[in-house]
């Protein structure tokens, strides 16, 4: 079994930064893709931003320039930097891992999830 856990969320002013982390278990994190989402009340859930590794990343257009996902393999941990905030930012923020093409054609079916954390932007 993956276990995620997400944490980091919280209250912030527009404007403001947030970072969030998300452990897995074991050592098998490396080997994965690892991204993140985020569903507000009454949406579907949407990528935010994905790591196929240590290198690379790739970003929703309404984050680019704001968000920064990284991974430290070493520690089985990912992060998301985000600078900038705005009240639609405001969501349940998800961590998944799997391979890179089932994060991005049928997450839900494929990926390893957390448990989500609450993001919130004053407006």
Do not use: H
């Not at 009340?41 to 949407?46: A, F, K, V």
């Not at 985000?82 to 969501?91: F, G, Q, V």
């Amino acid at each position: 079994q993956v276990q995620l856990v997400e944490s980091g969320g919280g209250l912030v002013q527009p404007g403001g930064s947030l970072r969030l982390s998300c452990v897995a278990s074991g050592s098998i994190f490396s080997i994965y893709a690892m991204g993140w989402y985020r569903q507000a009340p009454g949406e579907e859930r949407q990528l935010v931003a994905i790591a196929p590794n240590v290198f690379s990343t790739m970003y929703a257009d309404s984050v680019k320039g704001r968000f920064t996902i990284s991974r430290d393999n070493a520690k089985n941990t990912g992060y998301l930097q985000m600078n900038s905030l705005k009240p639609e930012d405001t969501a349940v923020y998800y961590c998944a891992v799997g391979s890179y093409a089932g994060l991005i054609r049928r997450p839900i079916e494929y990926g390893y999830w957390g448990q989500g954390t609450q993001v919130t932007v004053s407006s």
